[in-house]
């Protein structure tokens, strides 16, 4: 998976510097049943946060995920926003939330949402291709028996189609977040 996701970064344009693996304890099983959210987990959390002191923090979002793996991560990364707080730095970091394969935020619940251009897209579908987990069937299609990276795309596709549908300006896709409030 390291060398997956290393591959995916560098192909939307990452240098090795700025990629951090966490090897979070909770994850590394070898099974799909994850062990519980542990203190190791959000300390890891807790010291790249406290080393790289961001401004901007992206997470998965999509609750919905029925793999759950996201779940644990988010109410990982959440209690370390909430036990770093008090970090002047802090004061000025943002967490913002994107949604999976399975659901968009809707319309009025979109607090940011940043244009993809068609060669962006294609980036983000083979940094999408790139993760072995992601290619071919999902583990848990349910009733949709689309790919991947043809639910992001879709997904995308749509959102724009919403803005144009607003009146806003057009674009071939868009990206939506929401912001967490801690």
């Given at each position: 998976?390291?060398?997956?996701?290393?591959?995916?970064?560098?192909?939307?344009?990452?240098?090795?510097?700025?990629?951090?693996?966490l090897d979070m304890p909770f994850y590394e099983t070898g099974r799909t049943r994850k062990k519980p959210l542990g203190e190791e987990d959000i300390?890891?959390?807790?010291?790249?946060?406290?080393?790289?002191?961001?401004?901007?923090?992206?997470?998965?979002?999509?609750?919905?995920?029925?793999?759950?793996?996201?779940?644990?991560?988010?109410?990982?990364?959440?209690?370390?926003?909430?036990?770093?707080?008090?970090?002047?730095?802090?004061?000025?970091?943002?967490?913002?939330?994107?949604?999976?394969?399975?659901?968009?935020?809707?319309?009025?619940?979109?607090?940011?949402?940043?244009?993809?251009?068609?060669?962006?897209?294609?980036?983000?579908?083979?940094?999408?291709?790139?993760?072995?987990?992601?290619?071919?069937?999902?583990?848990?299609?349910?009733?949709?028996?689309?790919?991947?990276?043809?639910?992001?795309?879709?997904?995308?596709?749509?959102?724009?189609?919403?803005?144009?549908?607003?009146?806003?300006?057009?674009?071939?896709?868009?990206?939506?977040?929401?912001?967490?409030?801690?």
């Amino acid at each position: 998976r390291r060398t997956e996701a290393r591959a995916g970064a560098r192909y939307v344009g990452l240098d090795d510097a700025h990629i951090h693996f966490l090897d979070m304890p909770f994850y590394e099983t070898g099974r799909t049943r994850k062990k519980p959210l542990g203190e190791e987990d959000i300390q890891l959390i807790m010291n790249l946060m406290e080393s790289v002191q961001p401004h901007q923090v992206y997470a998965a979002g999509d609750l919905a995920d029925p793999h759950g793996t996201h779940r644990v991560c988010l109410d990982a990364i959440f209690e370390a926003f909430r036990r770093l707080s008090d970090r002047p730095w802090m004061r000025d970091c943002w967490l913002w939330l994107y949604r999976g394969a399975w659901h968009e935020w809707s319309v009025d619940e979109i607090e940011m949402a940043v244009p993809i251009s068609p060669v962006e897209l294609k980036k983000k579908r083979q940094a999408i291709f790139m993760h072995q987990s992601q290619k071919d069937q999902p583990p848990f299609p349910g009733d949709d028996a689309r790919e991947f990276w043809q639910r992001a795309e879709d997904r995308n596709r749509e959102t724009a189609h919403l803005y144009r549908a607003l009146g806003l300006a057009e674009y071939e896709a868009m990206e939506a977040f929401r912001r967490w409030k801690f």
